[in-house]
């Protein structure tokens, strides 16, 4: 099968300041479907311009990018947003929820504009339910973010980004904002989801993140410095089962303590 | 103490603390100086002695102030929207509104006299004055303070412009319009009694309490003048209290700082 994305010999260089920034210096990628991938390096690395490339959200100023078969070089400012809106979810390291808005109508934003406003609202609400229950949500439906942890709102997110049934899903730093925990909640779900066959590129800064994924790109000043699958993958749902049984143990200590 | 209980009773601890020390200093004072400070056994039977002029003149203020609140409302709604669509027409515009914010009410009364005649129309027109800037500085800056993050995942999704106003903008805009909101309850009424003074008539009993002031002034009823001051302060409490009512209604479900009525 051809792969989703298809990158050859990208550059970007902003020549917006006094001197020109060469942030991204050739690089060279193919993503099948079904990857789950983790785009990692320090911070100036080039990884987020990277990231922005393949979100569509900023042109290459060298090299090829087809998704999904297209190339975007091709394509004019609203077919490119029109490609963004089809074949990608994107989902952010601040979740960026509205806050007047319930989970449901939340996970609905993105149906609302461009080729869905065809669509009926009953089945664009029962897409968004849909999406609800991948995350575990579908409970929740009619909670407002405040009234959901910060765990629960970035799977409301996750659902968000599901919900035009995008080829690839992008997240930024998506646990950046969530203790250790709660991030092991939100890998639980990408990896299920990857499980069902959706191909996630997700930007992080943790090594034990980046573990959860099947492949590393490790990039450093512009260029992909290594590029290697995953030995020992971690699995959200051990790592959940070892985190319970250590609280529980040390809810034992706890209670004994005063007894003694 | 429970929490309400202790909400409602210590501000009536201080107003009956403070009573006590008005009366105090008014009968420290020699007989011939007490006229200067009336005690509040006596602004108490100025009021009952004036209850009708003084409850006939307090709807009339309210229907000027509530007048003029209203018609700000109104416009600055439409114009804060016009204002936040670009930072030329804020530059265009802002000076020109902070100008008539600053022109003081006497000085504009006579112009609205001229204008629109005394009474009701010009105590409207100048509360309208008065009480728009603060709506239109705070929506507006409610408009264009919308979370960037969000601003750009509208954009992301391809959300029209009207779009993008009516699910983001506005609603992130609410707790900013409440402030001005209840910026403009205060001095509406303030407003309102200042016009009076400039711009009021008593025809066909159309005298507010700032007219009333007026005439207790030039009579001399210092009493009835504190019952006046007394009069506006309620009338100033009871639209605070509707707006407050309203912010509430609008924004608890959602907004932090509602999130918990008794914090």
Redesign the interface.
Known sequence: MSPVVKIQDLHKIYESGEVPVHAVRGVSLEIQRGEFIALMGASGSGKSTLMNMLGC?DRPTRGTYELDGINIDELDRNEL??L??QKLG?V?Q?F?L????TALENVE??M???RHRKVSMEKIRERAMHCLEIVGLANRFDH???QLSGGQQQRVAIARGLVNEPQVLLADEPTGNLDSKTSVEVMGVFQKLNDQGITIVMVTHELDIAKYCRRNLILRDGVVVRDELVADRTIAEEEMQRIKAAEAAAKLTHQAKPGS | MRRPLRRLLLPLATGLLFLGAWQGVHLSLSDDLRFLLPSPGMVGDAWSEHRDLLLRATVNTAQGALLGFSLAVAVSAGLSILLSLSASVRSCLYPYLMALQMTPLPILAPICVIWVGAGLRSVALLTFVIAFFPLVVNTTQGLIAT?R??VE?FQ?????RW?QLL??RI??A?PYFFTGLRIAATISPIGAVVAEMNAGSSAGDGGGLGFQAVIFASQAKYAALFATAATTCLLGFALNAAVLGLAWAALH????AY?RSDR
């Open positions: 959200l947003a029109d963004r809106n994107f952010f601040g960026n509205l806050a007047r808005t934003l993105p609302l504009y461009g407002f973010p405040n | 979370d993050n969000l995942l992301l999704y391809r959300a029209r779009q699910l983001l609603p992130a609410l479900a959602w907004h932090d999130e």
